[in-house]
C-alpha cells in the first residue's frame, strides 16, 4: 500500500519532493537527474504528453504536487525505454513514469477507468489472455467500444479505408484470429504475474 | 672581467656573424662583418658556420680569454635562444637577431633583407659599447626570518611550510587564539578521495602542531603597527597590549583572509526582517554547536530549509564576483542537515552552481542524498509566510517555495586587504592610493601632467572602485606610495594573477588564501606554499642582490644622478612596486631590494638621469641612431618597434620561427617593458628621420597583462602627450602608435606591423631625414 501524500489537496508542497523520493519505484535515482532533456528529446510520444519526463521531474522538485498528480505524462508513456537506455545518470524514467501513473490512480488522482491508455490496455490484455496474440481488428474493436456505439461507428469508418489497405496488401488476415498452441499454460502463467503483483 | 676591477663599457668588442638555421643563405655574412669593420672600426670579426656549435663558441671564448676582445656580438639568433651557451665570465654579450628578426622572416638576398641585417649589427654593436656589466647591489644585512601575518589555515600552513624549508617564522594573530574562521566551521568539504563525504575541518591538529614547533613564534592579541625596510631586511613593529616591539623580517606573508559580506545590506532578501534568515557563516556556527538544527525564533525543529545562492554575489549593487566556495558550502550544509535527518527537505536554490573539479563529486553525493537543487534566480524573500520565490529556468515559472523553516542567504568573501579594526589613516591619501592603483586610466597627479587637463583622457567610470573594503592598512608600510598593499578591481590584493599570483605589487610581500582570491581551504593551504616559497626567494635574491620575478637574476639596478635630478618625484609616484622613497629635501632614494628593474623610473625621468648599467635612456637613444636612414627618395620608409620583452618581442620571435613575413622596413629593439619607454626616444626618433613608431607592449587595464602591473597604462597615459610632439615637429598624429600584444599573438603580429607598415607607406616621408 503506498503511504498517502504528505499534504493532500495543496498546490505547492514542499514534502512532495522528498515524498516521490522516498515512494516511487525509483524515485531515490531520480534525484540524480540533471535536467539534460535527452529523455524528452528521446522520447517518441513526447509531443502528446502534456510535461516531457525532464519537466516533469522538475516539476516533482518544485514541489507542484497537484500538477505532477493529475499530468498525462505517465500514462502516455510507451515503455520504450529509450529514455532509460540514453539517460547519461542512469536515472530510471520508464519505472518512475510508471509507478507515478500507478500512484495517480491509487491517490484517487485519476479514475481507474478514465484514461483511454487505460481502454486500449484493457483490449489489449483482453487479446493476449485470449489468444496469447493480439488480433489487430478485434483489440481496435473493443478499444472503440469502450467509448459507446456512436464513437465506434465514427471511429471504425475512420479508419476503413486503413484496414483495406491492409487487407489488400497481405497486411491484416480476415477469419478466425490467431492462437498460441498452449493457452492454458500461457494463462497460468498471467494469473501467477498477477499474483506476483499484487503481493507488492 | 675580473673579480676586483671596476667594470668598464667593452672598448675594443668583437662581432661574430653566424651563417647557420639559414642566415648565410639569406645575408652576406661577410659584407655585414665587414660593416663592422669599416663603420665602427672592429678589430676583430669573423663569420662562423655556426657560432652555438663546440668549435664557434670555443673561437669566441679564446678571444675573450685572450684579452682581445672585452665585449661580445653574436649576430645570430634571438637573444631569447642560447643565452647559457653564449656565456663568457660576465663579460657583455649582446645579440643581434640575424634569424628570426631576418632570414626566417624576409625574403633571402634581397636589398632590404641586407639593410635590415646591416642595422641589427649596428644597433647590437652600439648596445655593446654602452654596456656596463653591472654589479650587484650591495648585500646588506638580512634576516632570514618570515613574518606570518594571520593565524587561520592559510597562515599556519604558511608557518609550517616556512619552517619545513629552514626558516624561522613569527606568526602574528590579532585575536587570542588560533585557527581563524575554521574554528567555526562544523567540518569542511572533501579535500581527499573519493571527495564525496564531509570531513573533518583538521584545524585543531593544525593548532597543536603550530603551538609545538619551537621554530614558530606564535605572537596572540598582536597587531602590526608599521612595517618599513626592503625584502631581506624588513623592520616591523608590533603592537600587543599596547607595548610595541619591533622585529626585523626578511619577507611577509600576508594571510588575513577575509571577511563574510555585510549581510544587514541584503534586505531585499529578508536578512534582519526574521531570525529564522541566517547567513552561511551563522548556520555554520548552529551546526558546529551540534545537536538538532531548530529554529532561532520558536526551536522548532528545522525540516525545510532553503539555501539562496549569490546572496549579494554576482550582483552588480553588492559583490559583482563569484566568491567560488558558498555553492560547495550550501551542499556540505544541506548534505549534513539531510543526513542527520532523513525526513528533511533542504532545497538550494542556484543560478549557476559552481562546484569546480572534484567539488563535481561532492555535488554528486549531495544529489544522491536527496539534497534539492533549484535552478533560477531568487526573486522575492518573504520573511513573514518564510517564502523564498524563484524563476525557475527549468520550468520557466515563478515556484514559491512557502512555510520554509529556516533561510539561509549564502554570502560571499570581502578581502581582508584592508583591516576593518584600524582606523583609515590620512582617509583622502589612503583612498587615493587604492584608487589610483587600481584605475588603470587615472591621470597621476604630478608635475608635467595634466589630470582632467585638455589633453589628458578622461578616466572612464568604473563603478567598482567604491568596492575598496573598509579599514586601515594592514601593514602601515612606510613607503612613499603610501601604507596600503595595493588592490585592483573588488578590493582583492593586486597581483599578476597569471604570471606571478602571490607576488604583490610590494615586493618581499606575499599574499596568500582568500585576500588574493576567493577560495576554500585546500585551495588557502596550497596557497599559503606557494606563498612561502616565494618569500624565500626573495630573502634569497636579497642576499644575493638580484631581482625577483619577471627579471630573475638581473644584477642591474637603476640609478639616479642626482645633480641632474630635480625632484620632480615622477619616479616616485609612477613606480609600480612603490621602491622608490623620497628624503626630506625630495630626492629620491632607490631600495634596490624592492626594485623588479622594469625601468618605469627610467621612462618616467624627465631629465633621463635613472639609468641602469646595462640599460638606459642613452643606450637606446644611440640604438636607434646607429641605424642608417636612407633619404626620402629612396621609398625605403623606416618603423622603428619598441617591442616588450616580456611577450611582444617573444610573439615575434615566434612569428619568425612559424616562417610569417613581416615588412623588413621594420627596425626592432626589445625594451625591459613599454613603462621604461621614455619620450626623448620617440623625438629621437622622428628627428633621426624615421617615419612611423610603434610602441608594442601587453595589455593594460583592469585585467591587465603587463609584467611590471602598470607598465603599459603608464606608457597609454605618457603617450597621449606625444601628439603635442608631434604637433611642434608638423607631423602626423598616426605616426606614433602603441599595440597591444600577447604572447600567444604570433599570427597576429606581422599582420601589426604589416598593417601599421602600409599606413606610414601612404602617409610622407618624414621631412626630418638628412637632417
Given amino acids: ?94 519505472y518512475i513514469l510508471q509507478d507515478l501513473l500507478a500512484k495517480q490512480a491509487e491517490l484517487g488522482y485519476r479514475a481507474k477507468d478514465s484514461n483511454e491508455n487505460i481502454a486500449f490496455a484493457k483490449s489489449f490484455w483482453w487479446s493476449a489472455r485470449a489468444f496469447g496474440r493480439t488480433d489487430e481488428r478485434l483489440v481496435t474493436a473493443k478499444y472503440y467500444w469502450s467509448f459507446g456505439p456512436a464513437e465506434f461507428w465514427k471511429r471504425s469508418m475512420e479508419n476503413l479505408k486503413i484496414a483495406l489497405g491492409f487487407i489488400k496488401k497481405g497486411r491484416m488476415h480476415i477469419g478466425m484470429p490467431h492462437s498460441v498452441k498452449d493457452k492454458k499454460g500461457l494463462k497460468a502463467i498471467l494469473d501467477k504475474a498477477r499474483e506476483i503483483e499484487s503481493r507488492g | 672581467m675580473t673579480e676586483t676591477a671596476t667594470p668598464t663599457k667593452p672598448k675594443k668588442p668583437g662581432v661574430y656573424v653566424c651563417k647557420g638555421c639559414g642566415i648565410g643563405e639569406a645575408v652576406d655574412a661577410d659584407a655585414l662583418a665587414n660593416v663592422a669593420k669599416s663603420e665602427f672600426r672592429i678589430q676583430t670579426t669573423a663569420t662562423q658556420d655556426a657560432c652555438c656549435s663546440d668549435e664557434g663558441v670555443a673561437a669566441i671564448k679564446a678571444d675573450v680569454d685572450a684579452g682581445t676582445v672585452d665585449g661580445v656580438v653574436v649576430a645570430a639568433c634571438s637573444h631569447r635562444v642560447m643565452a647559457d651557451r653564449f656565456r663568457f665570465n660576465g663579460t657583455p654579450v649582446v645579440r643581434a637577431n640575424l634569424r628570426e628578426h631576418v632570414a626566417w622572416s624576409q625574403p633571402p638576398g634581397e636589398e632590404d633583407t641586407e639593410m ?24 646588506q644585512e638580512y634576516s632570514r626570518t618570515l613574518l606570518v601575518l594571520g593565524g587561520g589555515i592559510t597562515g599556519m600552513t604558511a608557518a609550517r611550510e616556512a619552517v619545513k624549508a629552514g626558516h624561522p617564522v613569527i606568526l602574528v594573530e590579532k585575536t587570542d587564539q588560533l585557527g581563524g574562521w575554521a574554528n567555526k566551521w562544523a567540518g569542511r568539504m572533501p579535500y581527499r578521495p573519493p571527495y564525496r563525504d564531509v570531513q573533518d575541518s583538521g584545524i585543531a591538529k593544525l593548532v597543536e602542531a603550530v603551538k609545538a614547533d619551537k621554530d614558530i613564534d606564535v605572537k596572540l592579541d598582536t597587531r602590526v603597527v608599521k612595517t618599513a625596510g626592503q625584502p631581506g631586511a624588513f623592520t616591523v613593529t608590533l603592537s600587543h597590549g599596547g607595548q610595541e616591539s619591533v622585529v626585523n623580517v626578511g619577507a611577509v606573508v600576508v594571510a588575513t583572509g577575509f571577511r563574510p559580506y555585510d549581510a544587514t545590506k541584503l534586505g531585499h532578501l529578508g536578512y534582519g526582517a526574521s531570525p529564522d534568515i541566517v547567513t552561511g557563516v551563522e548556520l555554520e556556527a548552529m551546526l558546529k554547536a551540534g545537536g538538532e538544527l531548530k529554529r532561532k525564533s520558536d526551536g522548532k525543529p528545522v525540516k525545510h530549509i532553503a539555501f539562496v545562492q549569490c546572496a549579494g554575489s554576482r550582483d552588480p549593487d553588492h559583490l559583482p564576483y563569484c566568491s567560488s566556495v558558498c555553492c560547495g558550502v550550501s551542499i556540505k550544509q544541506a548534505l549534513q542537515i539531510t543526513k542527520a535527518d532523513a525526513k528533511a527537505s533542504a532545497y538550494i536554490v542556484y543560478e549557476e552552481l559552481r562546484t569546480p573539479g572534484t567539488a563535481e563529486e561532492f555535488y554528486r553525493q549531495a544529489q544522491e542524498a536527496g539534497v534539492i537543487f533549484m535552478k533560477g534566480k531568487a526573486t522575492k524573500v518573504d520573511a513573514g509566510a518564510m517564502q523564498v520565490s524563484y524563476t525557475d529556468e527549468l520550468l520557466g515559472t515563478e515556484v514559491p517555495l512557502a512555510g520554509l523553516d529556516m533561510i539561509v542567504l549564502a554570502t560571499g568573501m570581502v578581502p581582508n586587504s584592508t583591516d576593518p579594526d584600524v582606523p583609515v589613516v590620512e582617509p583622502e591619501k589612503s583612498e587615493a592610493q587604492l584608487k589610483g592603483d587600481i584605475n588603470p586610466f587615472s591621470a597621476i597627479p604630478v608635475a608635467g601632467y595634466k589630470p582632467g587637463g585638455a589633453e589628458g583622457p578622461t578616466p572612464p567610470a568604473m563603478p567598482h572602485l567604491d568596492r575598496i573594503p573598509e579599514g586601515g592598512p594592514i601593514l602601515n608600510l612606510q613607503y612613499r606610495q603610501g601604507p596600503h598593499i595595493p588592490v585592483l578591481a573588488d578590493g582583492f590584493s593586486d597581483s599578476h594573477y597569471i604570471c606571478f599570483p602571490y607576488e604583490t605589487r610590494r615586493t618581499g610581500i606575499y599574499t596568500a588564501g582568500p585576500v588574493r582570491r576567493p577560495m576554500d581551504m585546500a585551495e588557502s593551504a596550497e596557497d599559503a606554499a606557494g606563498a612561502v616559497m616565494k618569500a624565500i626567494q626573495a630573502i634569497q635574491g636579497s642576499k644575493m642582490g638580484v631581482s625577483l620575478h619577471p627579471r630573475v637574476g638581473d644584477l642591474s639596478f637603476p640609478k639616479v644622478g642626482h645633480e641632474k635630478c630635480t625632484k620632480c618625484r615622477r619616479c616616485t609616484v609612477e613606480c609600480p612596486f612603490g621602491a622608490i622613497d623620497e628624503d626630506e629635501t625630495g630626492r629620491p632614494i632607490i631600495n634596490p631590494a624592492r626594485c623588479r628593474r622594469c625601468g618605469t623610473c627610467m621612462g618616467a625621468c624627465p631629465v633621463q638621469t635613472i639609468t641602469f648599467d646595462n640599460y638606459n635612456p642613452q643606450m637606446v637613444n644611440a640604438m636607434i641612431e646607429a641605424n642608417e636612414i636612407p633619404d626620402e627618395f629612396s621609398e625605403k620608409p623606416r618603423i622603428l618597434v619598441l617591442a616588450c620583452e616580456n611577450d611582444a618581442y617573444p610573439a615575434l620571435d615566434m612569428a619568425g620561427i612559424n616562417r610569417e613575413k613581416w615588412s623588413p622596413y621594420v627596425r626592432t629593439i626589445p625594451v625591459r617593458c613599454l613603462g621604461s619607454v621614455t619620450l626623448q626616444w620617440v623625438s629621437t626618433a622622428l628627428q633621426k628621420g624615421y617615419d612611423g613608431i610603434m610602441l608594442m607592449g601587453c595589455k593594460s587595464g583592469d585585467d591587465y597583462q603587463c609584467h611590471f602591473v602598470k607598465g603599459s597604462a603608464i606608457a597609454k597615459e605618457r603617450m597621449s602627450k606625444v601628439g603635442e610632439t608631434l604637433k611642434s615637429l608638423a607631423l602626423e598624429k598616426e605616426r606614433v602608435t602603441m599595440a597591444e600584444v600577447s604572447i600567444a599573438d604570433s599570427h597576429r603580429v606581422p599582420k601589426v606591423l604589416n598593417e601599421f607598415a602600409e599606413l606610414i607607406g601612404g602617409l610622407d616621408p618624414n621631412p626630418m631625414k638628412g637632417f
Fill in chain 1, 1 to 94: 500500500m503506498t503511504a498517502p501524500l504528505p499534504n493532500p489537496g495543496k498546490k505547492y508542497d514542499l514534502d512532495f519532493a522528498r515524498w516521490v523520493y522516498d515512494n516511487v519505484n525509483g524515485g531515490d535515482k531520480m534525484a540524480l537527474c540533471m535536467q539534460c532533456g535527452v529523455c524528452s528529446g528521446s522520447c517518441p510520444i513526447g509531443t502528446n504528453m502534456d510535461h516531457g519526463p525532464r519537466k516533469l521531474f522538475m516539476m516533482i522538485r518544485a514541489g507542484m504536487q497537484e500538477a505532477v498528480m493529475t499530468s498525462n505524462t505517465p500514462a502516455n508513456c510507451t515503455s520504450c525505454y529509450r529514455c532509460v537506455v540514453r539517460c547519461p545518470r542512469s536515472v530510471p524514467v520508464t
Fill in chain 2, 116 to 139: 635590415l641585417a646591416a642595422d641589427q649589427v649596428r644597433m647590437a654593436i652600439t648596445q655593446v659599447q654602452l654596456t656596463l656589466p653591472p654589479l650587484p647591489s650591495q648585500v
